[in-house]
């Protein structure tokens, strides 16, 4: 009984762990930064555009990924930042941004671009253009190991 009781109790366990990694934890930029203040993270800027075919081939193919999304989980606050949103305000470093200005500010001119930042909420890298998960996770990987956690 006790056996079966462990067994069961590691299966649940297994399958809680599965459960929490089946879509990137995507946040808003002010949330990303506000958690990296009280625990130092790297931050991974998806900027898209609502008509940017590339940018909804990468949700569907590359971010459902399980490798892609236990990747970004664990070493990234993930941001989703459309760039012709002008609505939603934010204040970062004590200026307002909407995620069009923001976009602008990070000097991104093309879709999808990946936008790296680190702890102290500084752009270390960019990725434009749509990739496929194995290249996806290859570039980034190099990326942690250039600029570390």
Request: net charge neutral.
């Amino acid at each position: 009984m006790k056996k079966l009781f462990g067994a069961l109790l590691i299966t649940l366990f297994s399958f809680q762990i599965a459960m929490a990694q089946d879509k990137i934890t995507w946040l808003t930029f002010e949330e990303a930064a506000a958690k990296t203040a009280e625990e130092p993270k790297m931050i991974f800027v998806d900027v898209y555009t609502d008509w940017c075919g590339w940018c909804k081939k990468m949700d569907k193919d590359t971010f459902t990924d399980p490798e892609v999304i236990g990747f970004i989980n664990n070493n990234f606050y993930a941001v989703k930042m459309n760039a012709e949103d002008v609505k939603r305000k934010f204040s970062f470093k004590g200026k307002e941004y909407t995620e069009a200005t923001m976009a602008r500010a990070m000097r991104v001119s093309s879709y999808p671009n990946f936008v790296i930042m680190d702890a102290a909420m500084e752009n270390i890298a960019q990725f434009p253009g749509y990739r496929e998960p194995v290249p996806f996770l290859t570039g980034m990987e190099d990326l942690l190991n250039k600029f570390g956690k």
